[in-house]
């Protein structure tokens, strides 16, 4: 280190007595540049080749400047190296020294070059000026964006979003200044002109490297389509902006409804197939809307689970009612409709026994009438059965084949039954495979009893004629006393009907009793039994 030092003392003094005129020029080279912030400092390492191909015993760093493109120098920089001397520098050899430099507020930013000054010598005593350029950059502005990047969170690969999911932007800046920095920061979603999500930010970006992050959530609300994202940050020194289309879906598909049968019987089962296809686990609401001929007959809504991947719903169809029924499906999240569906069905219900009437045409003769209704469109073959009975046994039984046209129809048959009992009976009708029945009884009243009023038998009597001639009112006397004698007679016929009525419903049958039976030996008296006496004292003694 002592002998460095003497031989740079040693070399400004050769320096100060040599002229400038005998020195020779030799470049150092160089590939690394300096990169500046206006009006802030930088450091770093730059490395110098020897590009001669002379060996320099010693080289001495003396002074720099910095020119623009133009050549013109630039005045407010400093820039200080270590080391400052170097030896043995040999053709094609590397040395490295560090720096610091400092830049004005006041210039540009662009390309400048900084030109360094070096003294050289030589073994045998040769002086060489040596000349360096290095690119010098200025930057204009502290922060340094990156290229942002944004994608599906938990799904980093995906092109689309789905409802429910959320959208991650992000990118790094650099601040190679030596301060903090203020910014703003803004991201939006936007779909045919309308903000559907929108946030503002304030940033301080410190010196060195930043992350930027923003979460944008995709609502359950949006309607499918594409929209764009749109990510800003912005400072006083500059802008940037990054965006980036999504399309965004439910990601749930109805594929098809397909039926279990076409055509059932009342309350028979009937479902509805759903094909569903997810790229996700969610719960849904299923309604089911059953129609017939344009009226609402049935809804009902069913919260069911689906799955990722393909799911195959099974959906009960309202058969409690006949005729062409359609069932509208409709597979909802919320107030959202995500698919729909529809299938028809014909619900077919057998003819029945809607009612039974009976009217008594004759005495003793019966007409039913059965009315019947058939549901369906077309007539249908059916057998009735009948039976007829009474306390005393059956009195009718038998089958009958019959056709029974669409919408409401009568049957009628007629029975003799007998009259002043209970008669009862019973009919099934067994059509499209279904029975239906009815039963009940009836009474037919005996007709009421001839009442026949017997005038009393006119007697003749022999009068031997009289002088005595009756003005008035003589033959008004005879008419009286008939009337009274026929009133008489008719209330003595009433009681004497009244009485033979109620005898024989309240007195007994007269039982002749029985003879008594007579001993063959003739009258025979039983003898007495004896009697026996008893004392209750003893005798006296006499």
């Known amino acids: 280190m002592r002998n460095m030092v003497i031989a740079f003392i040693v070399l400004l003094m050769l320096v100060s007595v040599i002229p400038g005129a005998s020195a020779q020029f030799d470049q150092l080279e160089t590939s690394d540049e300096i990169t500046v912030l206006r009006g802030d400092y930088g450091s770093g390492t730059v490395w110098l080749t020897n590009a001669g191909g002379f060996t320099y015993k010693v080289v001495s760093y003396q002074r720099f400047w910095v020119e623009d493109s133009s050549g013109n120098k630039i005045d407010g920089f400093t820039f200080n190296i270590s080391p400052h001397v170097f030896s043995d520098w040999t053709p094609k050899g ?40 290095i690119p010098l950059h200025v930057i204009s502005e ?10 599906v969170q938990n799904r980093p690969g995906s092109s689309y979003v ?55 959530p995709v609502g359950y609300d949006l309607p499918s389509g594409t929209y764009r994202l749109n ?23 109805l594929v098809g409804v397909s039926l279990k049968s076409d055509e059932v019987n009342v309350n028979e089962d009937n479902r509805a197939y759903v094909t569903v296809l997810s790229e996700r686990s969610i719960g849904m ?3 089911v809307e059953a129609y017939r001929d344009g009226e609402l007959i049935s809804k009902a809504v069913e919260r069911t689970e689906i799955g ?113 009992k209970t008669v009862y009976y019973e009919f099934a009708l067994t059509a499209a495979g279904e029975t239906s029945t009815a039963k009940g009884e009836l009474y037919l009243e005996p007709p009421a009893p001839t009442t026949t009023t017997s005038s009393p038998t006119p007697t003749t009597s022999s009068t031997a004629p009289s002088n005595t001639t009756t003005i008035g009112g003589g033959g008004g006397s005879r008419g009286l006393w008939v009337g009274l004698v026929a009133v008489a007679f008719i209330l003595l016929a009433a009681g004497a009907f009244y009485y033979l009525n109620r ?40």
Do not use: W
Not at 206 to 214: A, I, K, Q
Not at 312 to 323: A, H, K, W
Not at 513 to 524: D, M
């Open 308 to 420: 990722e991947g393909t799911t195959v719903l099974e959906v009960p169809l309202p058969t409690n009612v006949s005729g062409s029924i359609t069932a509208v499906i409709k597979l909802t999240f919320g107030e959202r409709l995500i698919g729909e569906g529809n299938v028809t069905y014909t619900v077919s219900a057998p003819p029945v026994l809607a009612n039974v009437s009976y009217e008594r045409t004759a005495n003793d003769e019966v007409l039913f009438k059965l009315a019947v209704e058939n549901p369906g469109d077309g007539s249908v073959d059916g057998v009735l059965t009948y039976r007829i009975s009474s306390d005393d046994g059956v009195l009718y039984k038998d089958s009958m084949e019959v056709a029974i046209p669409p919408g409401t129809s009568e049957i009628t048959v007629k029975f003799e039954v007998p009259v002043g």
């Open 94 to 133: 590397r040395y490295s020294f560090s720096y610091n430099i400092t830049c004005p507020s006041n210039v540009s930013g662009g390309t400048y070059t900084l030109f360094m000054r070096f003294l050289a010598f030589t073994s045998d005593g040769s002086m060489y000026i040596l000349y360096a350029r």
């Open 231 to 253: 990510y800003l940050l912005q400072y006083d020194g500059g802008t940037y902006r990054y965006s980036k289309d999504f399309p965004v879906k439910f990601g749930v598909t």
């Open 503 to 542: 005898s024989e419903g309240t007195r007994k049958k007269r039982v002749r009793p029985k003879p008594k039976r007579r001993s063959p030996l003739g009258r025979f008296k039983r003898p007495k039994k004896p009697e026996f006496k008893e004392n209750k004292e003893l005798p006296r003694k006499k």
């Open 162 to 216: 789905l409802n429910g999911e959320t959208i991650v932007v992000f990118s790094h800046v650099t601040n190679i200044g030596h301060g903090n920095v203020s910014a703003v920061g803004q991201v939006s979603l936007i779909k045919d002109g309308k903000t559907y999500f929108f946030e503002n930010r304030t940033l301080t970006f410190v010196p060195g490297d930043n992350l930027v992050r923003f979460e944008v």
């Open 142 to 151: 502290p922060l340094n964006f990156g290229v942002a990047e944004a994608y």
């Open 285 to 287: 609401n299923l309604t």
